[in-house]
């Protein structure tokens, strides 16, 4: 059986990820949708208890997909978790830029291939930090993101308004 590591951020996970997770649940055998505990990028918006609870819930129906995390690198974890592949999500041409230096850095350090799948075009512009800012300020996306993401973004929503005083 093929085990495909989807590895991200996630912060907060969008239809793009599921969209990427369904086609990788329908190719391989396993996937194991591994969140990252310290994104590179900045520090996340939503723990790594919350990246996790809202991607399992969002993947419930999924019978051979699993939610884990790791930290370090990544190739470290594939070697760990005896992977057969790392796949990713593109969703336009210059996301490949990127990729594929990652892709090709992955393999040097653990000899296991990159798979990208493309996402549907609905959704080559969306991101999470595009769905964040939308969100924060008013705007709906909620054809963007499951009902447990919409969900946990509201809490946050009103936690920080909370803070804010109101
Ligand atoms: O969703 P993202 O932020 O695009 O995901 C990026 C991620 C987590 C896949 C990438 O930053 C990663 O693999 N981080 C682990 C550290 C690592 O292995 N870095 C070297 C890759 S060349």
Same mark, same amino acid.
């Given at each position: 059986m093929t085990r495909a590591i989807y590895p991200g951020s996630f912060d907060p996970p969008t239809f793009g990820h599921l969209d990427v997770i369904e086609r990788a649940a329908r190719a391989f055998g396993e996937v194991l949708v591994a969140v990252v505990v310290n994104p590179q990028k900045r520090r996340p918006m939503f723990t790594l208890e919350e990246r996790e609870r809202m991607l399992a819930e969002s993947t419930a129906q999924l019978s051979n997909v699993r939610v884990c995390h790791f930290r370090g690198l990544l190739a470290d974890f594939v070697r760990a978790e005896k992977a057969d592949v790392i796949v990713k999500g593109l969703? =336009? =041409?210059?996301?490949?830029e990127s990729e594929m230096s990652t892709a090709l850095m992955n393999r040097s350090l653990s000899d296991v291939d990159t798979f990208f799948l493309m996402s549907d075009q609905r959704y080559s512009f969306v991101s999470s930090s595009i769905v964040k800012e939308v969100f924060f300020l008013g705007g709906d996306v909620g054809a963007l993101v499951p009902d447990p993401v919409l969900r946990m973004m509201s809490v946050k929503r009103s936690e920080r308004s909370h803070r804010n005083g109101g």
């Open positions: 969703r =336009v =041409v210059s996301d490949f």
